[in-house]
């Protein structure tokens, strides 16, 4: 079973560092292109970040430069390292993982809460 | 990005059908077809229903459907069930190999 478990959240104050993980199971992350979504309290779901099969990354223009995707094949794990954040980085961050080429997501985690607040 | 632009809410009866639109741009729901739809019932996570315009993934419902003209993308629900009330979102690579969501359709089923 394809399963998806985000770590990391919490309250960090604002220019601080988090670093987000998603466990997964079920399926090899090295083989799967992931992504990063996250959804601020009373608005939509908003696009983060995407690592490739390949290992290729790409990144919203709103958190290029302060957030890092990566992932630990070893770990069958997904990472976000995050800094620099600010309070509209605020938001349930979900990890997703791949159907097809075209950027869809069959499988979702339950996200993991960031607060930025001084 | 502009965020794709979708109707806030719609509504439809039990057994009726309802057609929830989301537009875009020349960048991205114009030149791909690479729009999917999600469901997100409260508390849960998102589940695809469309991608790809109109492909369904296993497990889906054929009562769900999606189209694309020009730059605009549609999801329709036929014979509404009161278990389709959520929101729904859009999405749609772009020129830029960025995603871009709607803002969301909150449907209601009267």
């Known amino acids: 079973e394809v399963q998806l478990v985000e770590s990391g959240g919490g309250l960090i104050q604002p220019g601080g560092s988090l670093n987000l993980s998603c466990a997964a199971s079920?399926?090899?992350?090295?083989?799967?292109?992931l992504t990063w979504v996250r959804q601020a309290p009373g608005k939509g779901l908003e696009w983060v970040s995407l690592i490739h099969s390949g290992g290729d990354t790409f990144y919203a223009d709103s958190v290029k430069g302060r957030f890092i995707i990566s992932r630990d094949n070893s770990k069958n794990t997904l990472f976000l390292q995050m800094s620099g954040l600010r309070a509209e980085d605020a938001a349930v961050y979900y990890c997703?993982?791949?159907?097809?080429?075209?950027?869809?997501?069959?499988?979702w985690g339950r996200g993991t809460q960031v607060t930025v607040s001084s | 990005q502009s965020a794709l632009t979708q109707p806030a809410s719609v509504s439809g009866s039990p057994g009726q059908s309802i057609t929830i639109s989301c537009t875009g741009s020349?960048?991205?729901?114009?030149?791909?077809?690479?729009v999917s739809w999600y469901q997100r019932h409260p508390g849960k996570a998102p589940q695809l229903m469309i991608y790809?315009?109109?492909n369904r993934p296993s497990g889906v419902s054929n009562r769900f459907s999606g189209s694309k003209s020009g730059y605009t993308a549609s999801l329709t629900i036929s014979r509404l069930q009161a278990e389709d009330e959520a929101d729904y979102y859009c999405s749609s690579y772009t020129s830029s190999s960025t995603l871009v969501f709607g803002g969301g359709t909150k449907l209601t089923v009267l």
């Open positions: 020349s960048s991205d729901v114009g030149d791909y077809n690479y």
């Open positions: 790809d315009v109109s």
């Open positions: 079920g399926f090899t992350v090295s083989t799967n292109y």
């Open positions: 997703a993982r791949g159907l097809s080429a075209g950027w869809n997501f069959d499988y």
